[in-house]
C-alpha cells in the first residue's frame, strides 16, 4: 500500500535552513499531486506548498513564497522541501500528503484535505528565537 514517510525536520535558528524528504512508497509519484501541510502548536493543520511531477506544476502560499522550494526524485519517489530563511512562525509539524493528481490542471487538488488519500506521520520543525 502507498505510504508517506517524511523526514528531515529538527531544531534551528532563526535564519537557518532545513531540507525536508516525502518518500512515496507503494506508488509513482506522479501519480499524485503532492502536498506539504503544517501545524502549529493550538492551530489547525493548513497547506502551504504543493507539487507535481507530471508537469512540475507548484503552489506556495505568499508566507513562504521565495524561502522554500520544492524539487523531486522521479528514481527515488520522492519530493524534497528546501527552507530557508526560517521564521519562529514556521514551527509546526509538517506533514507531507497524496492527492490522486487525474485530470486535475495543476497541483492545487492536494491542498484540498478532502481529496488527499495519504498522510505522513509528520516531522517536527522548530525555529528558535
Known amino acids: 500500500e502507498v505510504q508517506l514517510v517524511e523526514s528531515g525536520g529538527g531544531l534551528v535558528q532563526t535564519g537557518g535552513s532545513l531540507r525536508l524528504s516525502c518518500r512515496v512508497s507503494?506508488?509513482?509519484?506522479?501519480?499524485?499531486?503532492i502536498g506539504w501541510y503544517r501545524q502549529a502548536p493550538g492551530k489547525k493543520r493548513e497547506g502551504f506548498f504543493c507539487?507535481?511531477?507530471?508537469?512540475?506544476?507548484?503552489y506556495s502560499v505568499e508566507s513562504v513564497r521565495d524561502r522554500f522550494t520544492i524539487s523531486s526524485d522521479n528514481a527515488e519517489n520522492t519530493v524534497y522541501l528546501q527552507m530557508n530563511g526560517l521564521r519562529p512562525e514556521d514551527t509546526a509539524d509538517y506533514y507531507c500528503?497524496?492527492?490522486?493528481?487525474?485530470?486535475?490542471?495543476?497541483?492545487?487538488?492536494?491542498?484540498?484535505?478532502?481529496?488527499?488519500?495519504?498522510w505522513g506521520k509528520g516531522t517536527l520543525v522548530t525555529v528558535s528565537s
Open positions: 507503494g506508488g509513482t509519484l506522479d501519480y499524485y499531486a
Open positions: 500528503a497524496a492527492a490522486p493528481r487525474l485530470a486535475a490542471p495543476n497541483c492545487l487538488v492536494v491542498l484540498e484535505s478532502s481529496l488527499v488519500d495519504y
Open positions: 507539487f507535481s511531477s507530471r508537469d512540475d506544476s507548484t
